[in-house]
């Protein structure tokens, strides 16, 4: 079946510092989907990316979709403490009809003032 | 304020029990969804349901059973036949009729563990 595995499964940076995690389907996607889960909390759904090769951005975060809509990249520039949380991409494989998302295995982000 | 709902909060199961985990919506989202979430690990689809009186099994739906006679309202049993259910468990919902532009809503979760 459809696998969305992310890398890093954990980052611990100093506030100031960058962070980036990647995200890779084995399967085309018809979208991807980002969402930040802060630690004791829920997933919070932050944004979408339908298009190949298309670049959103949310203030300090960037979010890449590759041009074979296979894989994603989140960047977040100087990490501030309330960026501290688990990452989570989810998929939707292309050609199917209902959104089901597949979710990737998350990045765990540690930030130290 | 519309939201999901979730309860109880946490949950303490006896094995051989059947529990149900409670999900409702005010959101008036057709699509609402079941994920178990475990320590280190991603989500992972339970079930989920379009319309009301519809359901489908997702990836590990094994151990688990729904309804989904309102449509504000998804209930989760996890059954004596899931042998490890201690998990946290996710409900979620989207309003399919406005495309695909949004995701998903997620309550705050039920934290079960089987005692």
């Known amino acids: 079946g459809q696998q969305v595995m992310q890398i890093p499964q954990y980052q611990h940076v100093q506030e100031g510092e960058d962070f980036t995690t990647y995200c890779n389907s084995s399967t085309t996607l018809s979208n991807i989907q980002w969402y930040k889960q802060r630690p004791g909390g829920h997933p919070v759904f932050l944004i979408q990316?339908?298009?190949?090769?298309e670049v959103k951005k949310q203030k300090r975060l960037t979010f890449q979709f590759g041009e074979a809509k296979k894989n994603s990249s989140l960047h977040i520039t100087a990490t501030q403490t309330t960026d501290v949380g688990t990452y989570f991409c989810?998929?939707?494989?292309?050609?199917?009809?209902?959104?089901?998302?597949?979710f990737g295995t998350g990045t765990r982000l540690l930030v130290s003032p | 304020d519309g939201g999901i709902t979730q309860s109880p909060k946490y949950l303490f199961r006896k094995e051989g029990q059947n529990v149900t985990l409670s999900c409702e919506q005010n959101?008036?989202?057709?699509?609402m969804y079941w994920y178990r979430q475990d320590p280190g690990q991603g989500l992972r689809l339970i079930y989920y349901?379009?319309?009301?009186?519809?359901?489908q099994k997702g990836d590990i739906a094994e151990g688990y059973s729904v309804s989904r006679e309102k449509k504000e309202s998804f209930p989760l049993t996890v059954t004596s036949a899931q042998k490890n259910p201690t998990a946290f468990y996710l409900c979620?919902?989207?309003?399919?009729?406005?495309?695909?532009?949004?995701?998903?809503?997620f309550g705050s979760g039920t934290r079960l563990t089987v005692v």
């Open positions: 989810a998929g939707r494989k292309l050609g199917t009809g209902f959104q089901k998302l597949v």
């Open positions: 990316l339908v298009k190949s090769g």
């Open positions: 349901s379009q319309i009301v009186n519809d359901f």
């Open positions: 959101l008036n989202h057709d699509a």
């Open positions: 979620a919902s989207r309003n399919s009729r406005t495309g695909s532009n949004y995701g998903y809503t």
